[in-house]
């Protein structure tokens, strides 16, 4: 019998409602389609969510864990093989300390509302602070801007300075995010060309800052191609001409921003003629866009990884929010306010800023690292160190890994080491339903159950959506026996290595249920779980809300937000002194001919996505895309191999003439290829990014994240 099930995707970030046709007597998936009766996503999917009937059936899916013998494989069972982690996690810890215990979590964890909770929770127990992120090697910039702007990352705009309450813009500028393909939380959730066309008819103006003619830019009233890892000169130029012409909203400045005038003088050298001249942006367009976004009555500027995985990304990031600050837009309709959630705990209206510090005491062995708070005692260690942590002798050496949910090997920088690191380990253990790069150089594989073999609720990123949604999902088919739900990893290994789990509602005594699980994590939630559970395609609870924050939530002891930050400030003295490149590289004495920018394909999330024939058939790989002048000067043609060079790596890949990429730049989808020892024919595989970015070098200073876009490098033909 087919029977027709409802319940939400959770192949990226988004959640949007599908509709799911079962094979019930099989326990099959047959076919997925966007739920018409979702409020939140009405009906929409995408590409990827669409293919998911072919990742759960898969016939390369793991139906087992896997145990290395030698240089095969064995099948294992579950509760063996974690019985046999746990024991080998105990005589590590008692031999090295419980340091040398790490987690690397990612998507596959974090798309489920336990398995990231649950699995910190089990490393807390070890008393290992080695946590560590897919965030830190992407977007530790939103935090670090949140601490300067607000004095606190946890206002209730959260460290993404709100969501875009587009349908209320005037205007809408998007800085280094493309969210039509990438869905990201510039403008945020499904539908994104829609949302986009619906405020457009009602008169938004679109200001697109990126290298880049996007799909979005290709429809913006002003597209600015900036030359990559040139935006905080291109935004300190804006504010100049802001402050300057004196367009920024007085009476809101005067009220709840401070540090104007050390900004005006910070950014006074960023005038017009300099900033075209390091940007690439006729100067004409520079006060344009200064004018049209200051001018507007509401609106908000809006930043994506394009800024934060680029050079000064701090500052970049910091600047976004300051260009908001000081046209009135944060936390005013029709600018950047509050979700104020459905599973998140309310918070009175007049309640206290919460204080949380930006670095944690201690920290990483590494170029004086530390861990990055991104929430009330939540603290994750910076990622980009993680291969030096495992490979530098000494007290602390981290000796066992369990990846939760990621692919290293494709997404880490400086992938040769990635690879050196992985091999050196005591214990690599990794969750994946499929026999990934990272997977290949594991002791143990755990298979885990797909998520539509599981309950599930949309706890993620919940006051980041786009609107107050929330919805609970029961598991829509059984799956194979045995298999481990993402929670399960945590409680498990706790379990078995006699240690207690310290989360409200969970007991070691009797293994809980998963929605008691559930119920534990949304038990302080504005709106009950019960009562979410009524609604079987989700339900909107409430509207965004404007006075959250002003001036109550501001941490800085002035309530005021800081526009004038004198590390921010400091940074920009450093921009200013910096030479103008006219090539790729940074430094004057540097040779590089391109800078190699990172892009989203519409059919892959990261590495997920690549081994589904659906998705493949469309892109069998990541293409270099090279402005057709720059292909002519190098003497290939289209499709041609070439070599990208940055000095730490050289990877070769296909290049594809694209008259919407800026000469002087390479623009390629990351966490691709595969480590350099299986690597075959980079049309079938793609080509690694990874293996260009050092780790070590170019690195924030904060947060030690390398620069991940924006990389100086030589193409040349193959
Ligand atoms: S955007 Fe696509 S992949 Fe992401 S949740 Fe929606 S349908 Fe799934």
Same mark, same amino acid.
């Given at each position: ?16 409602? &599908? ?67 746990? +024991? ?26 336990? #398995? ?60 280094g995010t493309n969210p039509i393909t990438s869905h990201g939380l510039g403008l945020g ?64 400045? +005067? ?5 104007? @005038? ?25 006060? =344009? ?9 509401? /609106? ?27 046209? /009135? ?19 009175? %209206?007049?309640?206290?800023?919460? =204080? ?14 530390? /861990? ?6 939540? *603290? @994750? ?8 942590? &495992? ?8 000796? %066992? ?13 400086? $992938? ?9 380990? !005591?214990?690599?253990v990794v969750v994946d339903p499929f026999m990934s790069t990272t997977a290949q150089f ?28 929330? $919805? ?59 009562e979410v559970r009524q609604y079987p395609s989700g339900h909107i609870f409430g509207e ?19 526009? /004038? ?31 190699? &920018? ?31 002048? !720059? ?8 499709? =041609?191999?070439?070599?990208? !060079? ?6 070769? %890949? ?9 000469? #002087?730049?390479? %623009? ?13 024919? *980079? ?17 924030? =200073? ?17």
């Open positions: 019998m087919i029977e027709t099930k409802k319940s939400f995707c959770r192949f990226c970030h988004v959640f949007c409602g &599908i509709e799911v046709d079962v094979d019930t007597e099989r326990q099959q998936v047959l076919e997925v389609r966007g739920d018409p009766d979702n409020p939140y996503s009405r009906g929409y999917t995408c590409i990827k969510g669409r293919a998911v009937p072919e990742e759960i059936n898969h016939p390369d899916r793991l139906r087992s864990c896997k145990k290395r013998i030698g240089d095969g494989w064995t099948d294992i069972s579950t509760d063996q093989a974690l019985s046999e982690i746990a +024991e080998k996690l105990l005589a590590i810890r008692e031999r090295h300390g419980a340091r040398s215990i790490a987690v690397y979590a990612a998507g596959g964890a974090g798309f489920s509302a336990g #398995g990231m909770p649950l699995t910190k929770t089990w490393l807390n127990a070890v008393g290992s602070p080695s946590f560590y992120t897919a965030f830190t090697i992407d977007c530790p910039s939103y935090v670090v801007a949140a601490n300067w702007l607000f004095g606190t990352v946890c206002t209730p705009l959260g460290m993404y300075a709100g969501v875009f309450d587009v349908d209320n813009a005037e205007v809408g500028m998007f800085i959730g499904p539908f994104p060309g829609k949302r986009l066309r619906d405020a457009r008819s009602h008169g938004m103006k679109l200001i697109v800052v990126d290298p880049r003619r996007t799909e979005m830019a290709r429809s913006a009233d002003l597209h600015l191609q900036v030359k990559p890892g040139e935006d905080a000169t291109l935004l300190a130029g804006l504010v100049n001409v802001i402050i300057e012409r004196k367009l920024y909203d007085r009476e809101y400045v +005067e009220q709840y921003v401070s540090g104007l @005038e050390a900004l005006a003088a910070a950014v006074k050298d960023f005038d017009l003629d300099y900033v075209a001249r390091r940007t690439r942006v006729p100067a004409d367009q520079v006060a =344009q866009a200064a004018v049209m976004f200051a001018t507007a009555k509401t /609106g908000a500027a809006r930043q994506g990884s394009g800024l934060t995985m680029s050079r000064h990304q701090n500052l970049n990031t910091y600047l976004v929010y300051v260009l908001n600050a000081l046209c /009135g837009r944060i936390d005013r309709k029709g600018g950047a306010v509050t979700n104020p959630g459905v599973f998140s705990r309310p918070r009175p %209206a007049d309640a206290p800023p919460v =204080q949380v510090p930006l670095f944690a005491e201690g920290g990483a062995r590494m170029r004086g690292l530390h /861990g990055l708070f991104t929430g009330p005692g939540y *603290v @994750e260690m910076p990622t980009a160190t993680l291969s030096d942590e &495992i490979l530098e002798p000494g007290d602390g050496q981290i000796r %066992a890994l369990v990846v939760h949910g990621g692919n290293p090997v494709a997404a880490f920088p400086d $992938q040769e080491k990635t690879v050196r690191a992985l091999k050196a380990l !005591d214990l690599l594991a002791h143990y594989v755990i298979a885990p159950k797909h998520f539509l073999e599981r309950p599930d609720a949309t706890t993620l990123l919940d006051a980041s959506l786009p609107i107050p949604f929330g $919805q609970y999902t029961p598991a829509v088919v059984r799956g194979p026996e045995g298999l481990l739900e993402e929670w399960e990893l945590g409680w498990e290994l706790a379990k078995r290595m006699g240690l207690p789990l310290n989360f409200p509602g969970i007991s070691m005594e009797r293994k809980p249920s998963s929605d008691d699980v559930i119920k534990a994590l949304s038990g302080r939630g504005r709106v009950s779980l019960e965004l809300v404007v006075g959250a924050v002003l001036p109550h939530a501001i941490a800085h002891p002035d309530k005021k937000m800081a526009a /004038g930050h004198p590390d921010a400030l400091a940074e920009l003295c450093e921009v200013r002194a910096e030479p103008v490149a006219e090539a790729g590289g940074y430094e004057a004495h540097e040779t590089f001919s391109h800078r190699l &920018i990172a892009m989203r394909m519409p059919e892959f999330y990261n590495s997920k996505g690549q081994s589904l024939a659906t998705l493949h058939a469309k892109h069998a790989y990541n293409p270099a895309y090279m402005n057709p002048g !720059d292909i002519e000067r190098l003497g290939v043609h289209d499709g =041609q191999l070439v070599v990208i !060079d940055s000095g730490r790596g050289r990877i070769k %890949a296909p290049v594809k003439a694209s008259s919407d990429v800026m000469s #002087g730049v390479v %623009a390629i989808a990351h966490a691709w290829g595969t480590a350099p020892e299986h690597e075959g024919d *980079v049309r079938q595989t793609g080509s690694p990014t990874g293996r260009l970015i050092p780790d070590d070098l170019l690195y924030d =200073q904060l947060t030690g994240m390398p620069l991940m876009s924006a990389l100086p490098v030589n193409v040349r033909a193959a």
